[in-house]
């Protein structure tokens, strides 16, 4: 029998029979959050529902908007429709949303990643008749090398430059991506440096999962820090005049994209650390196996190849558009 519970619109994935979207992308009276990141939390919603460690991080990039707050697993009924959200393992708070009705149930993943990174809420499998999955990294070339092998990489090049005295300037996602690093690398050789933007987000997200106390980079720093100090910065900071006061430095970035040559020279930087905050292409498979779906749907990345891979393996799988975006090297409000 045809599922029909979940539905993609104008607005974004609706579930009539709740009158509910989920991360729309046009203005709706109730919206259900899987995340903080802007292609999936919009500003302009009547009433928002999201995981508790989502609410104030939303709350700190769209303002005073009005939002009901839920705790993993936590079942609630819109209209006799179930909801629940359960961890996605992408950025603090991410969660897939499960939705059940009569014996029906559609899993919708957000953005995520199976690997446990240590400082996110781990993903945890959903089962389900209907599997809506992102596919950013869906072909078989994505494989991410394991964390610790990335930031001992990271740790070295730090050391190198702060040998030579050169600024180390480490471009990462403002959230989700940053507080990783923050979490994760150590002040061996010198300061972690904070970005302003990285410094604020660091404050909201660490307000529900705690971070160390990194310093903020502002203009009356020691520039004898300077010299031994990785600086944090969000990827769209890397024009000439901000860069230009750190002199001398050498700039790298930790992005899933950094697997790929190209993306490395294309974007100018020194070095690139593989580091993505979702799946990788084989994260991908086991989870979609492990929803034992029916019908699998890839909304964005690599859809069409993706989809095509599940077929021809046995298991049904289709594309819907969506304007989600990849891994997002910038944002509007990450303008420095
Ligand atoms: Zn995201």
Partial sequence: M???????????????????????????????????????????HQHYISHEFSTPIIKHRLGGVEIASKKWGERFSIQGVHFSFHPAGHIVGSSQIKVEHKGETWVFSGDYK?????????????????????????????????????????????????????????????????????????????????????????????SVKSLPPHQKLDKNI????????????????????????????????????????????????????VLSDHADFYELTNAVKATEAQHVICTHGYTEIYSRFLNSKGIYATTADTPFEDEPVTTEEEKP
């Fill in 114 to 206: 199976t690997y446990d990174d240590g400082y996110t809420t781990p993903f945890e499998p959903q089962k389900c008749d209907v599997f809506i999955t992102e596919c950013t990294f869906g072909i078989p070339s994505f494989k991410w090398p394991s964390q610790e092998l990335i930031f001992d990489q990271i740790q070295q090049w730090w050391k190198e430059n702060a040998e030579k005295g050169i600024t180390s300037v480490l471009f990462g996602y403002s959230l989700g991506k940053a507080q990783r690093l923050s979490f994760h690398l150590r002040e061996e050789v010198g300061p972690l440096l904070l970005h302003p933007v990285i410094h604020a987000h660091n404050e909201v997200v660490g």
């Fill in 2 to 44: 045809k599922k029909t519970l979940l539905e993609f619109t104008d607005s974004g994935i609706y579930c009539p029979k709740a009158d509910v979207y989920l991360d729309p992308w046009r203005p709706v009276s109730k919206a259900l959050i899987s995340h903080a990141h802007a292609d999936h939390s919009r500003w302009g």
């Fill in 222 to 273: 020691d520039p004898k820090k300077l010299k031994t100090a990785l600086i944090l910065a969000p990827p769209n900071a890397q024009d000439a005049s901000w860069l230009k006061k750190w002199m001398p430095y050498k700039t790298a970035a930790a992005s899933g994209w950094m697997a790929t040559r190209g993306a490395r020279r294309r974007r100018g930087y020194d070095t690139g650390f």
